[in-house]
């Protein structure tokens, strides 16, 4: 082991470490955990490989290695993951945010424009975990106003905190309670966006799901019930309720619920039904609208 520990000879060693054991991209686990400790960009580590590491700093990223080797998620050991354009706080116990829901925040936003374009708009985040959606509709949105309802206290806490440490409180608040009661309990109606992530992992599907999403992440937060839709069946009927004419319905499923989850949307009296792509295009997102009187 060298006397000292520079940048390069630390990554080298993670890379090392991490593929040995299995890792699936340890170079990329090796600069996530590093910067993370340096406190800055995977490329400024590059700009100075040869810094020395001090002690305090080894020692952190002995323990970060140890847990990247057993499995852990990097959000979930750094405590940060960026989404969209903002910076969250993550811990276990609460879903991670995804890339897919990424997506589905700009389908809902672009659906939700067509008729609240420079208008104030209200909007209801089913399942909001972390507070991703809420936090990223309400930081691109200035005239929106949002609620945010999760049945997790883990989940409404740490939302909470982001909402506070984004400086969003005065437009995004956090309601602890189940997603299918989230509008009989705060008699919220007129919505122009319903946006939701709910569990949608159909259960004989949760043993199939990576080790690192399986082993780690709530199960709260993954299991949709024997088709996916358990959630989605609750939340479809009270959202178009809530919703104003013309508003938008939009939530994140497992592609293999999409066609069952579009036929409910109608049946409940929803119009403009359409499934989105991911960004590794697959069906992911379900997009609907609240049918005009008449029609």
């Known amino acids: 082991m060298p006397d000292v520990w520079t940048v390069r000879a630390i990554l080298d060693w993670i890379e090392g470490y991490l593929r040995e054991h299995g890792d699936a991209n340890p170079r990329l686990s090796a600069q996530w955990l590093v910067s993370d400790v340096l406190d800055c960009s995977r490329i400024q580590l590059y700009t100075d490989l040869d810094r020395p590491l001090t002690a305090s700093e080894r ?81 691109e949105v200035p005239d929106a106003r949002v609620l945010a309802v999760d049945i997790s206290s883990q989940a409404c806490a740490l939302a909470r905190r982001n909402v506070e440490r984004l400086g969003l409180a005065d437009r995004v608040r956090v309601v602890e309670c189940d997603a299918a009661c989230a509008f009989s309990n705060d008699d919220v109606d007129g919505l122009d966006l319903v946006v939701s992530n709910p569990p949608y992992i159909p259960t004989s599907v949760i043993e199939a799901l990576d080790a690192e999403v399986r082993d780690f992440e709530p199960l709260l937060a993954l299991d949709g019930g024997s088709d996916g839709l358990d959630i989605f069946r609750r939340i479809v009927g009270p959202s178009f309720e809530a919703l104003a004419q013309d508003g938008v319905f939009a939530v994140e499923l497992h592609e293999a619920c999409l066609d069952d989850a579009r036929s409910i949307a109608f049946e409940t009296g929803f119009s403009d039904v359409r499934i989105a792509y991911d960004l590794a295009g697959r069906p992911r997102v379900l997009v609907a609208r609240k049918r005009r009187p008449g029609e």
Do not use: W
Not at 67 to 89: H, M, N, S, W
């Open 59 to 139: 020692d952190v990223l002995r323990d970060y290695t140890r847990r990247r080797k057993d499995g852990e998620p990097l959000q979930y050991i750094t405590g940060t993951t960026d989404f969209r354009f903002v910076t969250l706080a993550v811990e276990p116990g609460v879903l991670i945010p995804r890339p897919e829901s990424e997506v589905l925040v700009s389908e809902a936003l672009a659906a939700m424009r067509e008729h609240a374009e420079g208008e104030a708009v209200l909007v209801a985040d089913l399942c909001t975990g972390s507070g991703n959606i809420a936090c990223s509709i309400a930081s």
